[in-house]
């Protein structure tokens, strides 16, 4: 598999799967590793607030994703994925440009304006994340799922890449264009405006998507039951192995700017080349998961994930900071593809909406968890401690991950059970739950 493969295969995506990933890279650009990654925490720090607050924000807007997701899977089964995507990303965009008039109130109403317009951000995104997986898996062939899937992850850490280094450049610029100093938040503020308009054009280009109709309703049968086992094991492993992932990507940058002393210039650089290096890792995912199989490169992925975040615990200096989160980042270019084509190869086209809304559920109380404990721990204890715990917990994501799914499939070699019943994972290995009909037809 080549450069030139990759190129052939974004030729053959429909107009609908460009524009998505369109919307997927202004999005990137904006929050995911982009402008409001580099700028949010920081802009709170400069409005006076410590690591408890900043993992308040954070932490319950993360959340969002553990009380939306499972309501967004029935609303994307009832009205589509796209009509979904597309309100998901308004509800973001409206969210994401209120968030920073926070700066013109005063407390408790700045910060309950702050949470607020956080988690109404966080709940538009998890709406469109939710029902972006499956939108991607109908809209392209199970050949070129695994494609699909490795250029998403690599095109939105790519636009993340432009947009954190759009995040370390405008405060310094706007400062200088209004006179202010750095040290006040009004340039994070208009900074982070332009995070949020690249949101708003987002959804004006879903909107331009086609609107396909709805798939025909699927017959009950007798043996088409909701698979419960793999979903709940999916959604366990990924809780454990986004939880060091989360805490790193919410204190990275405060870390470096309140710990290290590092400029926000440096900050956006290093989030910028985290996000960069990201893109090659991903892109190498179909040629390794055809060789060794999606269970086994997601597995490996997040052993090496957790060793990353190593020097970010045990190295308290710039250098080690930079060197870990460039490292976890990489690696999550690894394990983010093969386990989200394989939770929806596992399972029946109709239970894939159910399948990304208990992920996104068990990431939401994950990161949840790691924002909102891990600012205060971090306050008690350092975030070398913190940075430490995480890499203890993502670790045990990849044993329960390995247990589950790799040492399952394995067992199902050895005693030799037939291609039927290894289902779509003949081809990119590891056992399918999907029921006996789903596998016949």
């Known amino acids: 598999m080549s450069l030139r493969s990759y190129v052939l295969a974004m030729a053959r995506f429909s107009r609908d799967v460009r524009l998505f990933f369109l919307s997927q890279m202004l999005l990137g650009f904006a929050v995911f590793g982009g402008i409001y990654a580099v700028l949010l925490n920081l802009f709170l720090v400069r409005l006076g607030y410590g690591p408890e607050f900043v993992g308040l924000v954070n932490g319950l807007g993360l959340l969002m994703l553990a009380v ?53 951000a966080q709940a ?198 930079a060197a870990g989160f460039i490292a976890m980042s990489a690696m999550s270019g690894l394990a983010r593809p093969t386990v989200t084509a394989y939770s929806m190869e596992i399972v029946a086209p109709r239970w894939r909406g159910l399948m990304s809304a208990g992920t996104s559920t068990a990431i939401g109380l994950s990161w949840g968890a790691a924002g909102i404990g891990g600012g205060y721990f971090a306050a008690a204890f350092g975030y070398g401690t913190v940075f430490l715990l995480g890499s203890g917990i993502t670790l045990a994501g990849a044993v329960v991950f390995w247990a589950a799914f790799v040492r399952a499939s394995r067992r199902q070699v050895t005693r030799g059970s037939d291609v039927a019943t290894a289902g779509p994972a003949s081809e990119f290995g590891g056992p399918s739950f999907r029921s006996g009909h789903e596998r016949r037809s």
């Open 124 to 321: 538009g995104q998890v709406i469109y994340f939710v029902s972006a997986t499956p939108f991607l898996s109908g809209a392209t062939p199970p050949g070129e799922r695994i494609h699909a899937f490795a250029m998403q992850t690599a095109l939105w850490p790519l636009a993340g890449f432009f947009g954190s280094l759009a995040g370390g450049v405008l405060p310094s610029a706007l400062a200088a264009a209004t006179g202010t100093s750095m040290a006040a938040a009004s340039p994070y503020r208009l900074a982070m405006w332009v995070g949020a308009g690249a949101v708003v054009l987002g959804t004006i280009t879903l909107a331009a998507t086609g609107r396909a109709r709805p798939p025909e309703p699927a017959t009950a049968r007798a043996d088409d039951r909701l698979p419960m086992l793999p979903i709940a094991l999916i959604a366990l492993a990924a809780l454990l192995r986004v939880g060091g992932e989360g805490i790193a990507r919410t204190f990275f940058n405060v870390y470096l700017d309140t710990a290290l002393h590092a400029p926000t210039v440096l900050v956006g650089v290093l989030v910028a080349t985290a996000q960069l290096v990201t893109t090659p890792f991903a892109l190498v995912t179909p040629l390794l998961a055809l060789r060794w199989g999606n269970p086994n490169v997601h597995a490996a992925g997040t052993v090496l994930l957790a060793v990353a975040l190593l020097p970010l615990a045990l190295a308290p200096h710039v250098a080690g900071a």
């Open 68 to 120: 939306f997701a499972i309501p967004s899977g029935g609303l994307e089964a009832r009205f589509g994925a796209r009509r979904l995507m597309i309100l998901g990303l308004a509800v973001a965009a409206a969210g994401l440009t209120a968030l920073p008039f926070g700066e013109l109130l005063h407390d408790p109403w700045r910060g309950l304006w702050l949470i607020a317009c956080n988690a109404i």
